[in-house]
C-alpha cells in the first residue's frame, strides 16, 4: 500500500497493510526542513494540513476592517452599522497573543450580525498544488474551524465562557451564523476537490463549557457539515484536544472519520485500549503520543518502545500512530517518526 492508501483504509476502519505512522506537520515546516523533508514524506504516512484560500469564511469579503500599528501591537478595528469591534494582537521577541477580542459581552454580537456579508470564493489552489507534491506519500487534509470557532475566537476566553453561563441563546445564534456561513464555503470547495477536512474547534466546547453545551453547540451543527463533507466524497477528520473520554460516544455520534489526538495523561484523559474499544467500527482514533514534550526529546529507542505500547493497546484496525497534531515540528520529531515508522515496517 501506498502511505495515502493506508491512512484512508484506517479512517475507513479497514487493517492496511502496517498500521501508518503519521506524523502531524505544515507546508511550513516541509518549506524549511532542508535535509529532513524528504526522508519524512518517504519513511513516514504524512498528515499534511494546508489551508483553503479565497478568504475569511465567515466574516466575508463585505466587511469594512481598518488596519493599523501601534509600536508591537496590531489593531484591526470592525466598522459596522451598530458599532466599532476592536482586535488587538501583541507581539514580542519570543511570541504573539491577541490581548483584545472584538466582542467584550454578549450585547456586542449584534455588533458582528450587523456586518454585512458578501461569501467570497473558495480557492484551492495551494490545496491542490500540495496533493500533487505529497503525492500518495501522505494525506493532505484542508483546515477548517466549525461554527464555534466563532464566539470563541470573537470573545476572550473568559468572555466566551460567561457567554454561555449568561447569554446562552447569543452563543447558539453566533455558532448558527457562523456553522451557516462556513457549511456553503466547505461544500463548494468539497465540489472543487478538496476530498479531505480536518474540522477544529470541538475541544472549545469540551474543556471550556463541559457536556451541556455539547447538542447545543456541536451536535446541531457539527453533524451537518460532516454530511455536508461525506455528500461530496470527503473525509471528514475531526481534532478535539484534552480530556475526551466522558465525549467518546457524542463525538462519534457526529459521524466523523477520525480523531485526533485522543491524549493520555497528563494532558488528557485517555486509556487507548478502552477509547480504541468503544470507537471500535465508527471512529478511527490519531495519536496519541506527546511529540513536543516527549517526541522531540527521546531517544529513538524510547520512541519506538512508547509506540510499540500504542500498537499494542490499538490493534491493527481503524488505527493511525500519530502525535499531538501540534502543528509544530522538529528535527528531532522526524527523526523519531522515522525510526517508529521502520519500526512498524520491520514487525
Not at 5 to 25: Q, Y
Not at 71 to 88: C, E, M, Q, V, W
Not at 180 to 204: C, P, S
Request: one cysteine or more; a negative charge; glycine letters at 10%.
Amino acid at each position: 500500500m501506498t502511505s495515502r492508501e493506508r491512512i484512508l483504509t484506517a479512517f475507513r476502519l479497514g487493517t492496511p497493510d502496517r498500521v501508518p505512522v503519521s506524523p502531524f506537520i505544515q507546508p511550513g515546516w516541509l518549506e524549511k526542513a532542508g535535509a529532513w523533508a524528504e526522508p519524512v514524506l518517504e519513511k513516514t504516512d504524512v498528515l499534511l494540513d494546508v489551508g483553503v484560500g479565497g478568504g475569511d469564511p465567515v466574516l466575508g469579503r463585505a466587511a469594512e476592517v481598518e488596519s493599523r500599528a501601534e509600536g508591537n501591537d496590531s489593531i484591526a478595528i470592525f466598522h459596522t452599522p451598530k458599532g466599532d469591534l476592536t482586535r488587538r494582537s501583541r507581539r514580542t521577541e519570543k511570541t504573539s497573543a491577541q490581548v483584545e477580542f472584538p466582542l467584550k459581552t454578549p450585547a456586542d454580537a449584534e455588533k458582528f450580525f450587523s456586518i454585512p456579508y458578501d461569501p467570497p470564493e473558495p480557492d484551492i489552489s495551494n490545496f491542490l498544488e500540495w496533493k500533487q507534491r505529497v503525492g500518495e506519500r501522505g494525506l493532505v487534509l484542508a483546515g477548517c474551524g466549525d461554527g464555534v470557532c466563532v464566539p470563541a475566537g470573537w470573545f476572550s476566553p473568559e468572555a466566551f465562557s460567561l457567554c454561555w453561563a449568561d447569554a446562552p441563546e447569543v452563543m447558539i445564534e453566533l455558532t448558527r451564523v457562523g456553522h451557516e456561513r462556513l457549511l456553503r464555503f466547505v461544500e463548494k470547495a468539497t465540489a472543487m476537490g478538496v476530498d479531505a477536512w480536518r474540522i477544529v474547534g470541538g475541544e472549545y466546547v469540551t474543556v471550556q463549557l463541559g457536556p451541556s453545551a455539547f447538542e447545543p453547540l456541536l451536535t446541531r451543527f457539527d453533524t451537518e457539515l460532516v454530511a455536508a463533507i461525506h455528500r461530496g466524497g470527503g473525509i471528514a477528520y475531526y481534532h478535539n484536544h484534552g480530556p475526551v473520554m466522558r465525549y467518546l460516544d457524542d463525538l462519534a455520534a457526529l459521524g466523523i472519520d477520525a480523531l485526533d489526538p485522543v491524549e493520555v495523561p497528563p494532558c488528557g484523559d485517555v486509556d487507548l485500549r478502552l477509547a480504541k474499544e468503544r470507537l471500535r467500527g465508527k471512529v478511527c482514533p490519531v495519536g496519541p503520543l506527546d511529540d513536543m514534550m516527549v517526541l522531540s526529546q527521546v531517544s529513538e529507542e524510547e520512541a519506538c518502545r512508547l509506540a510499540r505500547a500504542c500498537l499494542d493497546a490499538a490493534g491493527p484496525d481503524g488505527y493511525v500512530l500519530g502525535g499531538t497534531a501540534s502543528g509544530l515540528f522538529t528535527e528531532g520529531m522526524a527523526r523519531n517518526f522515522i525510526a517508529m515508522a521502520e519500526m512498524v515496517e520491520r514487525s
